[in-house]
């Protein structure tokens, strides 16, 4: 298992063949794709004054392995990401750096954008 952190909080991950949403869009010349954690598509994370909706509309295209998710994030130009296992898996593949994760209601949230 290996762990990553920031600022006390930890990410645990192994690769597995766990699912998560992804949803891809093209705009221009932009390749954009939402990935979110099987279990959080639908749900609101609230803390204090931020309010984040796992929008079904935006993140719940189709069910891929992580595996599947992690090529996708080796072509797209913007990543949204939310969730744990996702997160994580961004980290341990160099996409994300630690430091560049924020929380909301203990859920981690990383956006990816290549210039």
Do not use: W
């Not at 909080?9 to 690769?15: C, D, K, Q, T």
């Not at 705009?27 to 796992?54: N, Q, W």
């Not at 996409?95 to 210039?115: K, L, N, S, Y």
């Amino acid at each position: 298992m290996d762990v990553y952190g920031k600022n006390g909080m930890e990410y645990r991950f192994s690769i597995s063949d766990e699912l998560v949403y992804v949803n891809e869009y093209s705009y221009e010349e932009e390749h954009v794709v939402a990935i979110c954690d099987k279990d959080l598509l639908g749900k609101t994370l609230v803390e204090g004054e931020r309010r984040f909706y796992v929008d079904p509309n935006f993140y719940g295209g189709r069910l891929v392995s992580i595996r599947e998710a992690i090529r996708l994030l080796e072509v797209c130009s913007i990543a949204n990401l939310v969730g744990e296992k996702i997160v994580s898996a961004a980290i341990k593949h160099g996409f994300v750096h630690p430091e560049a994760v924020i929380t909301i209601d203990g859920v981690p949230h990383a956006q990816i954008i290549r210039m």
